[in-house]
């Protein structure tokens, strides 16, 4: 029970209740059933992209290229839509995860063949993919009458009354729970970000990682971006700009260390939520506009020295706990 | 391959990218100039430069941040910061010399403010200048809302604007070599430069030889977000108006600049003419793409590729090589 | 040998690239660089459309478009210098900011270029004339005025605008401000002002916000393409249709499938492709000294008619059309 | 020999035209504790790397049962049998005891093939009890001791059911008990038939456990034989090419007054209650398991970590360090123990680290003076017989033993009055070892007060004047030379002196 108390997942989530108790105060509209569905809806994508984000992390890297591959893979199959509104949506949704699939291995490949510093590949191709974006769709855009009432509807498609966004990102929460968790590869990622040298001792393929953990983060990035461009019912060459800091933030609330080796799948979707629920409270609340971005900087700045200065905390307690027991 | 030859290894790559950079840069030229007729005038070319030298004397700093292994991904937002409050200034009517004081001054503030958090709580730059990122254009959005300022002193728009006497050479570009030899000289033939390497190679090593490593840092991250000043002083003078959304993206831009001059990411390794010849690559680059209207969405495809390539060049030089017969030893 | 490699492959993304660029031609024709606010938007890229078509009317005219990557004045500025520097003959402009234009236009007029602005203005010393669309306080008291109609003059509403920086926008919000403090309004009540900074998600979840923090909002006018879009969605998806009414300037292409659901039952837009094609126009007459652009000349601009350039060298181009149900599927086609 | 399970011949190993290997021959039958003895440089840990598929050799064949194969990778080494316990940590911090045992071999269940994590807790417990170690198989590493990160470390090996296991200096944090232990598993591995190779350089070990031995110096293969049939002396003469009297030339040095005088010095959970006294000209040395928080002391003192009470005076008078360059300015000097990591810049030249710390001194005002650096560079390394092609040499192109001297030309070039070493011959060769101990007594004898730290008895034994030894963050004993000896200190060291 102590152990639960110390662990960065449960300060998180009294932060998150916090807030909401606070802004509740406020606004008691804030507390019903239905914003918190809404709450879930928006932060969906979020969370999704940034389990993502997070494999990529675990292992030391970064991705910063997520905006716009999101961006390239809900482009093309909205103009996929467009042109041939005849193909099914698991189709659909099959070359969505694909061409994200292959974004992201583009990147694995540099990284991990190349050995280009993760940081300079994605910098590198996050321009690349977000110019072919307009290359691709000669830089107009996709509407919501250009698609199929299939193809729109499908985010918002409810099975017990819950939304299939939201199915989805429980899916690929649960999916990656289990991945990490639970097989080799998962643990492997762990073992890379947590020390590159011991992991090579006990025969763990650096290079394997690295690519996997790139193209499955792709892949991700693939299915939300055509979750995205379908939810808002809009395909845009400025689609998800910026997106890449957001589940970067997302990441580094829930306590996901920058270096690598450590962070968990609930960990970042309490951080997608935390960030949803900021976003949100600050319309419901009215606080200004303006105040909107200032806000968000100063929480994640917060956040960020309170997960270190937490943890250095637990580290001098562990090390009094030991000398106690001398 | 014996000591002998290794003896000289690092200069030697050093020198290796400079070449391949004056080379890119030469084609560059070449390519631009058989393009269009227009780039080889030397009018257009010092107008050219008005468009990069802000983002260029952000680079140096920025490159010395990077040499430590750090990162800044907030200096866009603190040009946006800065400008806020010189336009606050000159609407309260503050003359163009309190301005520049102004605008050095909010600048490295917000810079030590990130060093401040980086050293004091040690938390990777990264993770710090990514929430500071959005929280100084934050308080840009929030003194301006939907505003701009507009009303400067007319001699602040020299900084931005202004030639060298009768000259058709910028102000800015004059202040920017100034610059650029200021922080090579700094970075290559001073006990700071020599820390600094010592520091981004190896900061422990560094500590244990008694280098104040997190003082060295507060100090370049501060000096950084004076340059940023520096910077906003002269894009605002430049086009003579404050919003809070001027200059989004350039944090990214600087920092390809500075990578594809030769600067390692991880860190330890740099040079201040691979980021010279770098910055007029790009600045050139783009110039002459514009002249023959390629769009700047297709623009930022090259300069990704541009980075990518460049940055694979050496390796792929290294692996034509014939393999030597011995294994590595690196940790 | 690499390197020669190198220089290979620059070559050819160099040549590819210039494939892709279907400007580059002949030095003899007169040039018409049209620079709009960012690329990528689908207003402009009507705007475009019609501006090709002047220039094929007129003939001997190379059309360049162009546009930053994201909308702010010091991308513009870059593409302006380039402009100035191929010597192009005119440069038309819906411009990021008012102010932060005019020293690097003035540079443009000393260099012989004739700079006109469309759309969203510079100020009057950095161009020779600006062609609004409508007159501003036209655009913003008929926002007001439709949106009255369709809640009866009764309720809360709300604006769901572009970036906060957009000049054109917020000039339409000042004088919708203006139109509300008339009797006919005392009823209604603007409640809030929110920026969805012409991004999808972002617009969308402003106006999640919005009928979220006022139960009794009974209309949004959002003067913005891609706001107006987002919030019919958005509305779409609350089940907000028809309880909460929606207007605002859209393409019509854009807003067709709201506008045939009965989310958004009317909202009006000048014509992108007149608004290109007029400019266009006027720069090249203007370039062939066929007009002056002085105050009070009225300019005979092709096929739209006459255009009368009123004070401050501002010429109007019309009246917005009102889009419904009926004539929505004409236009999407359009624009 | 028909059970001989891996045999290697002519192995060969250069890093950048140095020779780690030079022609080994090993092998090893199957129910036998091989000693693998030698010098620390000698070329021990490349072998086993080698053999566990870390690095390719050079040159050499290696034959696994009878036949010729090649590790290209350490998975194929592990598919092969071979499990190793190696000697630097090789751990995920962040990770579970479970975690770390089974990192790159997970057990799957058989049915889905999803992780079976129940399985692996309870091996993992069956593993610990076995060792008699009391945690939790889920306690993150990052939370344990040294010596108990080493067990975890040898429950790793013993988990992967290997035929071959190498221990690569398995004991040298270990309590004497937690060792009793590992002989006990040594053994049973041993009449389970499998080949356990053991690799020491403490001599009662190995005649207790091996039962064979082969030795290696500088590189090179020196000989190979059973225990039985040899004596101490002879293998210390294989070792180290000379007999032991000729290795440590304490010149006998005045010693003056106190310099430094250290008064209960404590920081929370590492250390407590530090006090000892250092008078000029001395060599105080300081012994203790790894982990016994003599590094940290001594980090402490130089201004790296901070203290949470006591005091330290230096030449009677109190001062307060905060770091490293309020030390230096103190007339102290630390040659810290992780050459690589807190030593040397190794991407760096041996002019710009032996010039780091007094880099303020050899410039002018701001402006780096490289023909000063030059000369400094010249006078110490040359005093210290640096070899190098040059001074503009990188120090990642040096042989271990040569960093080693660079990073003690760099403190000794900031003039010390007191210099703290630690464990300053650790990994590298003997003849640079009997220069560095050289350079010591000299060192001492021009007056400068010496701390050392070492892990390495006959260096303690053969260098101080006086011997404080420490056990889990308290001194458990002081000894002058005269008293000092083996028994004594090991004692001391392994905490059953009580305070």
New interface residues.
């Given amino acids: 029970m102590r152990d639960l108390f110390r662990k960065r997942e449960f300060s998180l989530f009294i932060f998150i209740l916090f807030i909401v108790f606070g802004v509740s105060l406020r606004t008691p509209s804030f507390l019903y059933i239905n914003n918190f569905v809404d709450i879930l809806n928006d932060t969906a994508i979020l969370s999704m992209v940034a389990i993502g984000q997070l494999i990529i992390i675990v292992t030391g890297g970064i991705d910063l290229s997520v905006g716009s591959s999101l961006a390239l893979s809900g482009m093309s199959v909205a103009l996929l839509n467009q042109y041939h509104p005849g193909i099914p949506i698991f189709v659909i949704i099959l070359i969505s995860i694909a061409i994200g699939l292959l974004l992201g291995s583009i990147n694995g490949l540099l990284v991990s063949r190349a050995k280009i510093p993760p940081i300079i590949t994605t910098l590198g191709t996050m321009s690349i993919y977000r110019g072919l974006v307009f290359v691709l769709c000669k830089g107009s855009w996709v509407s919501a009458h250009e698609m199929t009432e299939t193809f729109r509807g499908f985010p918002r498609s409810s099975f017990l009354g819950i939304s299939s966004l939201i199915w989805i990102s429980i899916l690929i929460v649960i999916l990656f729970l289990i991945f990490l968790n639970l097989s080799r590869t998962g643990r492997e990622i762990y073992g890379v970000g947590g020390n590159k040298i011991a992991s090579q001792y006990v025969g763990i393929n650096l290079k394997k990682i690295q690519y996997i953990v790139f193209t499955l983060g792709g892949g991700i990035t693939g299915l939300a971006g055509f979750l995205w461009v379908a939810r808002y019912a809009a395909a845009q060459s400025e689609t998800a700009i910026g997106f890449e800091f957001q589940t970067i933030a997302a990441c580094v609330i829930g306590g996901v260390s920058i270096a690598g080796g450590t962070g968990t799948i609930i960990g970042v979707v309490l951080g997608s939520f935390f960030m949803g629920i900021v976003y949100n409270a600050l319309t419901m609340i009215n606080v200004s506009p303006f105040w909107q971005m200032a806000i968000q900087g100063f929480i994640i700045l917060f956040a960020i020295i309170i997960n270190t200065v937490m943890d250095k905390r637990n580290q001098q307690l562990m090390l009094r706990k030991r000398s106690f027991n001398e | 391959m014996n000591k002998e030859n290794r003896k000289i290894s690092l200069p030697n790559i050093i020198w290796q990218w400079e070449i391949i950079l004056l080379f890119i840069f030469i084609m560059v030229v070449i390519i631009n100039s058989n393009l269009s007729p227009y780039f080889l005038d030397y009018t257009n070319l010092m107008n050219t430069t008005f468009n990069f030298i802000e983002k260029a004397i952000i680079a140096l700093p920025m490159m010395f941040v990077i040499i430590c292994g750090d990162i800044d991904i907030s200096v866009a937002s603190i040009i946006a910061l800065s400008s806020v409050f010189m336009g606050m200034a000159s609407q309260a009517g503050v003359n163009t010399f309190g301005l520049v004081a102004i605008g050095l001054f909010a600048g490295s503030a917000a810079g030590f403010l990130n060093g401040f958090v980086i050293t004091k709580f040690g938390i990777p730059a990264i993770a710090v200048t990514l929430g500071s990122m959005s929280l100084f254009r934050g308080i840009a959005y929030v003194i301006l809302g939907d505003k701009a300022f507009t009303k400067y002193p007319i001699p602040f728009a020299y900084f931005g604007q202004g030639y060298i006497g009768n000259t058709m050479i910028p102000f800015e570009l004059v202040l920017f070599l100034m610059l650029a030899i200021i922080f090579g000289i700094i970075l290559h033939r001073t006990t700071i430069g020599r820390k600094v390497f010592a520091i981004g190679n190896n900061s422990t090593a560094a500590r244990f030889s008694g280098i104040p490593v997190n003082r060295v840092r507060l100090i370049i991250f501060t000096v950084t977000g004076l340059c940023s000043g520096l910077a906003s002083i002269l894009l605002t003078s430049r086009i003579g108006s404050t919003r809070p959304n001027i200059a989004s993206g350039w944090e990214l831009e600087i920092i390809t600049t500075v990578v594809l001059g030769g600067v390692a990411i991880t860190g330890g390794k740099g040079n201040i003419f691979g980021v010279v010849i770098s910055i007029f690559i790009i600045g050139f680059l783009k110039f002459g793409m514009g002249l023959i209207n390629i769009p700047g969405k297709v623009m930022t495809i090259i300069i990704g590729l541009l980075l990518i390539l460049a940055i694979m060049l050496p390796q792929l030089i290294e692996r034509l090589k014939p393999k030597n017969s011995f294994g590595k030893v690196k940790k | 040998m690499k390197k020669q490699k190198f220089i290979l492959a620059i070559v050819l993304i160099v040549i590819l690239l210039s494939s892709v660029v279907s400007f580059a031609g002949a030095q003899e024709k007169i040039r018409i660089a049209m620079l709009v606010k960012n690329l990528g938007n689908a207003f402009f890229e009507a705007c475009r459309d019609g501006g090709l078509e002047a220039s094929k009317e007129l003939g001997g005219i190379e059309f360049i478009f162009q546009g930053p990557t994201t909308p702010t004045a010091e991308g513009q500025i870059e593409i302006i210098d380039s402009l100035i520097a191929q010597k192009v003959n005119a440069i038309v402009i819906s411009a990021n900011d008012v102010d932060a234009l005019v020293p690097v236009c003035k540079r443009a007029m000393q260099s012989g270029i004739t700079v006109i602005s469309f759309d969203s203005g510079i100020a009057p010393e950095g161009r020779i004339l600006h062609l609004a669309p409508s007159s501003s306080e036209f655009i913003g008291r008929s926002q007001v005025k439709m949106l009255a109609n369709l809640i009866d003059y009764k309720g809360e509403i709300a604006i769901l605008s572009a970036s906060s920086q957009a000049t054109n926008q917020n000039t339409w919000i000042e004088w919708m401000k203006e139109e509300l403090k008339e009797p006919a309004y005392k009823d209604m009540s603007l409640v809030a002002v929110v920026y969805g900074d012409d991004l999808s998600d972002k617009s969308y979840r402003e106006a999640t916000g919005l009928f979220k923090s006022y139960p009794n909002l009974r209309g949004i006018i959002s003067p913005t393409t891609v706001g107006i879009a987002a919030t019919g969605k958005a509305l779409e998806d609350a089940g907000k249709s028809g309880k909460i009414e929606l207007t605002g300037l859209g393409l019509p292409s854009e807003m067709k499938q709201y506008i045939k659901n009965g989310t958004c039952r009317q909202m009006s837009l000048w014509n992108p492709i007149d608004l290109g094609y007029s400019s266009t126009y006027i720069a090249y007459k203007l370039i062939k000294g066929e007009f002056q652009g002085k105050e009070g000349e009225v300019m005979k601009v092709g096929r739209m008619g006459e255009i009368k350039i009123g004070s401050g060298n501002e010429a109007v181009m019309g009246e917005p059309y009102i889009f419904e149900k009926d004539n929505i599927d004409k236009f999407a086609e359009i624009y | 020999m028909n059970n001989c399970i891996i045999k290697m011949k002519g192995i060969k190993?250069?890093?950048?035209?140095v020779k780690a290997l030079d022609g080994v021959d090993f092998q090893v039958r199957t129910g036998e504790v091989h000693a693998l003895i030698g010098e620390n440089g000698a070329g021990k840990s490349t072998l086993v790397k080698i053999l566990?598929?870390?690095?390719?050799p050079?040159a050499g064949t290696i034959i696994l049962n009878h036949k010729p194969t090649q590790f290209p990778?350490?998975?194929?080494?592990?598919k092969a049998g071979i499990s190793?316990i190696?000697q630097?940590?090789?751990?995920?911090?962040?990770?579970s005891i479970v975690?770390n045992i089974f990192?790159?071999?997970?057990i799957?269940n058989k049915a889905n093939?999803?992780?079976s994590?129940r399985e692996m807790k309870d091996k993992t417990q069956i593993l610990l009890d076995k060792l008699e170690l009391d945690i939790r198989p889920d306690t993150k590493v990052?939370?344990l001791?040294i010596a108990q990160r080493h067990m975890v470390e040898i429950a790793k090996a013993l988990s992967l059911d290997a035929k071959i296991v190498i221990m690569d200096e398995p004991t040298s944090a270990l309590t004497l008990k937690e060792v009793e232990y590992l002989y006990k598993i040594i053994r049973k591995l041993k009449s389970e038939n499998k080949a356990v190779i053991f690799i020491s350089h403490k001599f009662e070990e190995i005649f207790e456990i091996a039962d064979y031995f082969t030795v290696l110096r500088d590189g090179k293969y020196v000989g190979e034989g059973t225990i039985a049939d040899i004596t101490v002396d002879k293998i210390v003469q294989m070792v180290i090419g000379r007999s032991l009297e000729q290795m440590y030339s304490k010149l006998e040095a005045e010693q003056g007054d106190i310099i430094l005088k250290v008064e209960n010095l404590t920081r929370?959970?590492?250390f407590?209650n530090i006090s000892f006294d250092l008078h000029k000209g001395e060599i105080l040395g300081f012994f203790g398991l790894v982990g016994a928080g003599r590094s940290e002391v001594m980090q402490t003192i130089?201004g790296?970590d901070t203290k949470t009470s006591g005091e330290v005076f230096i030449n009677g008078k109190k001062v307060n360090i905060t770091?490293?360059?309020d030390?230096?300015k103190h007339g102290l000097a630390?040659l810290?123990e992780d050459r690589?990591?807190?030593?040397?810049?190794?991407?760096?030249?041996i002019r710009?680290n032996i010039t780091?710390?007094i880099?303020?001194r050899t410039?002018r005002h701001?402006?780096?003076d490289r023909n000063r650096e030059f000369e400094i560079t010249d006078e110490y390394g040359k005093n210290i017989e640096i070899k190098?092609?040059?001074w503009?040499?990188?120090v990642?192109?040096l042989s271990g033993g040569n960093q080693q001297k660079v990073v003690l030309a760099?403190w000794i070039a900031t003039k010390p009055r007191i210099l703290i070493m630690d464990e300053p011959t650790k990994g590298i060769d003997v003849a640079t070892k009997a220069t560095v101990h050289n350079f010591i007594s000299e060192l001492a004898k021009k007056g400068i007060a010496i701390i050392l730290v070492s892990s390495e008895l006959p260096e303690i034994l053969g260098m101080s004047n006086h011997v404080i030894v420490m056990h889990?963050?308290i001194i458990t004993a002081k000894f002058t030379r005269e008293e000092a000896n083996s028994k004594k200190i090991i004692r001391a060291a392994i905490g059953s002196i009580s305070k």
Avoid: C
């Fill in positions: 190993k250069y890093f950048y035209g566990t598929g870390v690095y390719q050079t990778s350490p998975q194929v080494s592990q190793a190696h630097e940590a090789t751990m995920f911090p962040d990770l975690e990192m790159g071999h997970h799957r093939g999803l992780l994590w990052r939370n001791s929370i959970g590492v407590k130089f790296i770091n490293p360059s030390a230096m630390y810290p690589q990591i807190q030593g040397a810049i190794l991407a760096m030249n710009e780091l710390p880099i303020d410039s701001i402006f780096l190098a092609s040059g503009e040499q990188l990642e192109d760099k889990e963050g």
